[in-house]
């Protein structure tokens, strides 16, 4: 998938969430998907980022995407409404939904582990995903081709030292895309769910993690964009409950 080619059009009329579209990957994916053709549904928590991102695909000539501002880890029930309420009033429909926004935490041993920053990581990366993918499942249901993507780490597949509550969160996100992925596996519907691990990326939490690397050793966030279009359009239609990687090992 990394030498995936997409069509100038791909992603044409289609209306995509990005959650943590403010910044890292997220951001990117914003843009590649706005780029290719789609309304862009912007949501985060840092409203003057997800504002440039705004900027940035307006002046690229983009379709006009729209600004969602939501602090996934402190959201409840009623903020999920609005969000329902709104995409119901000006699209009535999704296409696409990228679970991209996650918190980090501790890198400690479990046996240190701050319980406080567990519930914080736990609450951001499964529970926020959860309600947004609840909230979200009628209005992809609306859609004739909608896929969702779960964002997931090699630590979310095979356990490691230190990554604590963000590697079992991880672990939690590819149930959460299995079990939904199965869900929604009917004649009813065409929604299609996989996770991806970007793999290595040069961004703040790569930075915030091993903050002794080089960045430059890591891609940029725009380079490993194929496998975030090729699972966003059309070209993954009949592809549901796999684990996918943007960039070969090697
Ligand atoms: P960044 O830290 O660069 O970006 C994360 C984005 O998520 C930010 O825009 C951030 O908002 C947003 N976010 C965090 N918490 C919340 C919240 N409570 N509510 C709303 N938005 C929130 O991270 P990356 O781009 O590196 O990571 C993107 C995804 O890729 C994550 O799921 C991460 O786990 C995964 N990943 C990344 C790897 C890498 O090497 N970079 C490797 C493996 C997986 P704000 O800007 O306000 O902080």
Redesign the pocket.
Known sequence: MENYQPTADLLKDRIIMV?????????AAAKAYAAHGATVIL????IK?LEKVYDEIDAAGHPEPLILP?????AGAADYDQVVERIEEDFGRLDGLL??????GDRTPLEYYNPEEWERVMR??VT?AFLLSQAMTPLLRAAPDASVIF????VGRKGRANWGA?AIS?FATEGLMETLADELDDARTAVRVNSL??????????H??YPAEDPAS?PE?DAIMGAYLYLMGPDSKGVTGQQFDAQIKR
């Open positions: 959650t943590g579209a403010g910044d890292g990957i997220g951001r949501l985060g928590r840092t980022k939501l602090d996934i880890e402190g679970h991209n926004a996650s918190r980090l951001t990366n926020g964002t997931s780490s090699s963000y991880k691990n970007p793999g290595a990326t040069r961004t703040y939490m790569r915030l993690a890591n966030p």
